[in-house]
């Protein structure tokens, strides 16, 4: 390649750019239109929503079972004349204790119930409209992976090309997007042979080393 050669190239690498740009683009409005439908949404709103107001129906029946319980605690008072008895009231307070818990459990488990059916209910509903949207969606990454791809491994390639062409040329090339910078290979020195002896002993130029040129793709 000749410097409008490489110019050329470094155009056609801006252009596979843009092409990828695109491709992502086009998958991303692609993504965006698969959405869940509005009555699906609404489903799911509603059994949340049903789920909510279970528990708050439930709330006066937890409350009566507490107040209940605390009823019957307060009439039990522990005269004085009578301190044998305080092992009786201790056993009855624990009888109450433990038959509140029991009730709580109950109701528990039955908010519980409700709420796996009504779960139950929303998924049954919906569960082909997430599984079409998701393999829609499976669908739109697999078709532009494939794109992507083929994109990536033009520019690739053509990266490749252009830096061994700069190699060859020892000069940087500047196009409308792309500029092709050309890097001296490094110069290193082996600083275990050199310290002060180099002044007097030019032989350690032996420890010179020189890297290979590289070459650096570089928006303008």
Known sequence: MNTIEIQ???DRLAEFESQRDQIEVNKCVLLDE????AEVEEIVRNGMKQMGEVEGSFAPTIQGIQNEAETKLALIVVPDEIKA???EIDRQRAAIRTHQGDEEVKVALRIRAIK???QTNVEEKTKDVYAAIAQRKAEIEAEFAGKAEAVDENIKKLTEEIKAEIRVLKVSVKAKTYQAVYN???ITWN???MEAWII???FLKEARKEGDPSVTIRKV
């Open 200 to 202: 007097d002993h030019p």
């Open 85 to 87: 008895a305080l092992t």
């Open 34 to 37: 698969v959405k869940i439908p």
């Open 8 to 10: 050329e190239a470094l």
């Open 184 to 186: 001296k290979g490094r």
């Open 191 to 193: 600083t275990d042979k």
């Open 116 to 118: 796996a059916e009504i």
